[in-house]
């Protein structure tokens, strides 16, 4: 079972940004939180990940909070080609039994 | 793109025929893996394959047989399969497994089985 949390649908306007929360309260020491994207009929696609400090690329920022039992993702200006299922997974490994793609997040950027 | 290829992209087959799908990487990478996706469902661990040796075999039926020839080719034979075996399934390489927690999964564009 995913030992994450996510809201199952969220939407999003064009030009604004998108903000995708995680709860992760089972969250060990060892055990990093990444982020992965599926547009529809593709395979899935890497984000960003992170232990416990704040991280940002050019797709995406992660915020994690002090206690790292939730995260935010944040894309900063949502585009419609960002429409997809956002997946976050927590896991000490890249891989593995433990690297669970739970159902996700469907984000809908809306024009 | 990111790499990795799969083919073919679509396939339909009947319960008694014999079939492969493909997956080619060509990132230099050392681990490859098997996924299915059902409808409405999450990814499913299949396989994984470090250094074309077989890591991990998470309780698949054998009428999916994986083979690795080399690092950078992975085969998912597949044989008599039943129509809930329909599903979209994908391939994905890393760098390597265990202590490379930077490493990231690469996914192919997945191949769309259906089973008649």
């Known amino acids: 079972d995913a030992k994450t949390t996510q809201p199952p649908s969220m939407d999003c306007a064009e030009g604004r940004a998108a903000n995708l929360p995680c709860n992760h309260s089972?969250?060990?020491?060892?055990?990093?939180v990444y982020w992965y994207r599926q547009i529809h009929s593709q395979g899935p696609q890497y984000i960003i990940h992170g232990l416990k400090n704040n991280e940002t690329n050019e797709m995406a920022s992660l915020i994690i909070t002090e206690d790292r039992k939730s995260s935010t993702l944040i894309l900063p200006h949502a585009t419609l080609r960002d429409t997809a299922v956002y997946y976050c997974i927590v896991s000490a490994y890249n891989y593995g039994q433990n690297f669970v793609f739970g159902p996700g997040t469907r984000l809908s950027v809306l024009p | 793109e990111t790499g990795v290829t799969q083919t073919p992209r679509h396939l339909v087959m009947g319960m008694t025929n014999k079939k492969s799908l493909k997956c080619e990487q060509h990132l230099g990478h050392n681990a490859m893996y098997w996924y299915k996706q059902s409808a409405k469902k999450p990814l499913e661990l299949m396989f994984v394959?470090?250094?074309?040796?077989?890591?991990e075999n998470n309780s698949v039926p054998s009428r999916f047989s994986p083979e690795c020839p080399n690092s950078s080719h992975l085969f998912l034979h597949l044989h008599t399969l039943q129509p809930e075996d329909s599903a979209l399934y994908l391939c994905?390489?890393?760098?390597?497994?265990?202590?490379?927690?930077?490493?990231?999964?690469?996914f192919g564009p997945g191949t769309r089985l259906t089973v008649l």
């Open positions: 089972t969250i060990s020491g060892n055990e990093y």
């Open positions: 994905a390489s890393s760098q390597d497994l265990v202590g490379k927690t930077t490493d990231t999964q690469y």
């Open positions: 394959y470090s250094l074309e040796e077989r890591v």
